[in-house]
């Protein structure tokens, strides 16, 4: 009955075990789709609703042309975070301090897109409230959620998932106990796999009674029974059922009004916990702490005391794998571990049993505030990229954290040193206006004019300057100034003033350049790497008078400051603005190389303002190079950037330079074969813009070379990638044709192999170079 396990398309998490049963099921979900908008399958946990949904969205994934993306709520704890994380999902990240919902609705407006929510029942309202905004906005946009409960939203089908076929009680087995027999029964086919995975289990004639009954007794739960089956490694089918048998009858005789499966699953997990050793049982209700994934050394630094020791964690860390309790996955290189959704419902129970829920949410918040402000100490060093990417990591356990300090009386201090330690992370990553919303909190929770306020104060300004938010930035940082006046801090105070410098240049540059030289002139600050913010804004103040000399000097200046200390992130910054410096210049060439390089650091870091600003010098040089094709193709696809992240307030713009340039290119062109070039970048992902760009963004006298080689291809094959170019998909291709998708398909892996490429925007680029010949 299992069937071979598939690979996911992109935005759905990997299948990772066979999906077991459910044709029915799937087949009728996918029906509903075709009059409905949004379905949501509800039901008990453990019940196989994610695993559904997955399946389902799997095999609907060619009716989308924009794909599919997967949206785990379960790691949430505040509905308001919602639109937040849906943003990180799509790669969606708002600048300008906007409503986090509209720009989700903006983006999604006109695409063709499943959006798959899955553990929607503890946010319940924020989950319509989001989803009823996008159905209105976007009506390409369809969604499967899964929740114990119904959403409520506006058109919402709700279908049931209900529990595995099990074996009648009277029925001693059917005739067979082959695959005839095991599709006629899923529970047992799920319980005999996952046990032959762990063990040399057969399901036979003998044991057909003993498993038929226990799946009864688990109701047909996929989770319950997963979690049995593993435990044919150290019991017999027999001797599963009898522990299970007494915990059935205690929980029912404490709780008999309870539905029966949930009283299952209560007694499979019940049973699971029974059989940990005490170091493992103590780990699992700890690390219910958690939100999401964790690492080993989270856990050894939260959940490790005199009862478990740290030398014991690992251990116990294994042990819980091994029983299924704990699921291990590495990203990376990282490994991480994280509890299912009601394996970490049932830890925090006995946790609050146990009185020490408040203990290790204040330790869980103790280890993060120290993990974050050692990421701050250690930021300008050559660890910076690995330290912003563990903080990506740690996102969903660093809300956690934030929201206990602003949610416990007593806390506020330490959440203004938390929003304060972040900001290096959240404004090098593109999360500025959640860092505005945690900003804002903390700073409105406790006014005291402390140290702690001060440094919350300068990170707030570093966020609006980023923003373009001079209302709030100035005073922000004229706060910050007199505090780190008062208390003495005379780096502090340069601090501000450098940052001050940063917001002042969208209005007046003289002032700019007055604030960057008083703060360059405190030796405190002058010494330090964050001298580099000042010095920034020097650069693009000399950019903007065209001052070109100058500017190239201050970005020197912040590259000898990141060769001392290992960072890169201000490197970036400075390498972006001498691109600017360069192409003003006329140095086309070096402009180029320098954006390209900054690209390739941000796109580390995820810092779509600055890869906006690294495409937009591409697309000068080559339009100003006469690379019209390419060139436009690169406006288009900086036209999607500025409108899909809202960057528009984000960096000082030089529309006037852009706008020049595509009047020219226009005129050059013509208007079909520039709206053609440009549609096609218009249609451009983020990933795709970035491949794109770095594909041959610094070597233009190389394209017309390349462009005019003979074609590889056929002639079916050119009209392929033409079509690819166009961003259409494989479903349109064929539509375009008349060839049937499978043979669409077939054309576009040739065309990757024959040409030696790995995605359609090198593809895209390869046709847009050889029209340009």
Not at 40 to 52: F, N, S, Y
Not at 585 to 603: L, Q, T, V, Y
Not at 626 to 645: C, E, I, N, P, Q
Request: glycine share 8%; hydrophobic share 45%.
């Amino acid at each position: 009955m299992g069937a071979a396990k598939q690979e996911c398309p992109v935005g759905l998490p990997t299948e990772l075990t066979s999906f077991v049963g459910r044709k029915h099921e799937v087949s009728e979900v996918r029906a509903l789709f075709s009059r409905a908008r949004m379905v949501t399958l509800i039901g008990p946990g453990g019940v196989g609703k994610t695993r559904l949904a997955l399946r389902v969205a799997t095999e609907v994934r060619r009716a989308f042309a924009d794909g599919i993306r997967f949206v785990d709520v379960a790691q949430l704890r505040e509905g308001e975070l919602l639109p937040y994380l849906v943003g990180e999902v799509l790669a969606v990240r708002d600048q300008s301090g906007g409503d986090q919902t509209e720009v989700i609705t903006h983006f999604l407006r006109d695409r063709q897109m499943l959006l798959v929510f899955d553990n929607c029942e503890h946010v319940v309202d924020a989950c319509a409230r989001l989803m009823n905004s996008v159905l209105r906005a976007a009506p390409g946009v369809r969604m499967l959620a899964t929740s114990r409960q119904r959403l409520g939203v506006t058109g919402e089908y709700v279908r049931s998932v209900s529990t595995l076929p099990v074996p009648a009680a009277d029925a001693d087995g059917p005739s067979g106990s082959g695959p005839g027999a095991l599709a006629e029964y899923p529970a047992m086919a799920l319980f005999a796999e996952r046990a032959a995975a762990v063990t040399e289990f057969s399901l036979t004639g003998e044991n057909w009674p003993t498993v038929a009954r226990l799946c009864r007794r688990l109701d047909g739960l996929p989770l319950a029974i997963e979690l049995a089956a593993v435990r044919t490694r150290m019991m017999s089918a027999g001797e599963i059922l009898q522990r299970l048998d007494g915990r059935f009858e205690l929980l029912e005789a404490i709780d008999r009004a309870a539905p029966s499966r949930h009283r299952s699953l209560e007694a499979a997990v019940s049973g699971s916990y029974e059989l940990c050793s005490p170091e493992e049982q103590l780990l699992w209700a700890r690390a219910s702490v958690f939100a999401g994934p964790f690492e080993l050394d989270a856990a050894e630094g939260v959940c490790a005391d005199d009862r478990l020791p740290v030398a014991k964690v690992l251990d116990a860390v294994s042990g819980l794998v091994d029983k299924s309790v704990l699921v291990r996955e590495e990203l990376l290189g990282h490994v991480r571990f994280r509890l299912l959704d009601t394996l970490a419902q049932y830890g925090r129970e006995r946790l609050h049993e146990a009185g020490e829920a408040a203990v290790m949410a204040r330790r869980h918040r103790d280890w993060y505030l120290e993990l974050t402000e050692r990421m701050e100490a250690e930021w300008f060093s050559p660890e910076q990229l690995d330290w912003s990417r563990r903080m990506r990591r740690e996102h969903a356990n660093l809300q956690v954290a934030l929201a206990y300090c602003l949610t416990v009386p007593g806390e506020s201090q330490s959440a203004l040193r938390l929003v304060a330690a972040m900001v290096f992370y959240w404004s090098t990553s593109g999360i500025i206006t959640e860092a505005r919303l945690w900003l804002d909190r903390a700073l409105a929770l406790d006014p005291r004019p402390t140290l702690a306020r001060a440094r919350a104060l300068q990170a707030l300004g570093l966020i609006t300057s980023i923003q373009g938010d001079n209302p709030t930035g100035y005073p922000a940082l004229q706060e910050c100034r007199d505090l780190a006046r008062r208390f003495g801090d005379a780096f502090l105070e340069a601090y501000a003033l450098g940052t001050l410098a940063t917001v002042a240049m969208r209005g007046d540059l003289d002032e700019a350049v007055a604030l960057a030289h008083e703060a360059l002139a405190c030796p405190e600050y002058a010494r330090e790497p964050q001298a580099c913010q000042a010095w920034l804004a020097l650069i693009m103040v000399r950019s903007l008078r065209g001052e070109h000399d100058e500017a190239i000097a201050a970005s020197d200046a912040i590259r000898r400051y990141s060769a001392a200390c290992g960072e890169v992130s201000y490197l970036s910054w400075a390498l972006c603005t001498r691109a600017v410096a360069d192409f003003d210049k006329g140095d086309r060439a070096s402009a180029a190389a320098h954006a390209c390089e900054a690209m390739k650091i941000k796109r580390g870091f995820g810092d779509t303002v600055g890869i906006g600003l690294a495409v937009m010098v591409l697309t000068w040089t080559a339009l100003a190079s006469g690379d019209l094709l390419r060139g436009t193709v690169l406006l288009g696809a900086h036209r999607r950037l500025r409108k899909s992240y809202d960057l528009s307030g984000s960096v000082i713009p030089w529309d006037a330079q852009t706008e020049q340039l595509e009047v020219r290119a226009r005129e050059q062109l013509g208007t079909d074969a520039f709206e053609r070039a440009f549609s096609r970048g218009l249609g451009f992902d983020l990933e795709q813009t970035m491949e794109y760009a770095l594909g041959s963004g610094a070597a233009p006298a190389a394209e017309g070379s390349a462009a005019a080689e003979p074609s590889p291809l056929t002639r079916r094959e050119e009209q392929v990638a033409e079509l690819v170019a166009r961003g259409m998909s494989n479903k349109r291709i064929a539509d375009q044709l008349v060839i049937s998708q499978r043979t669409a398909e077939a054309h576009v892996e040739h065309i990757l192999t024959k040409l030696d490429f790995t995605s359609r925007a090198q593809i895209a680029s390869w046709v847009t170079q050889r029209e340009s010949a």
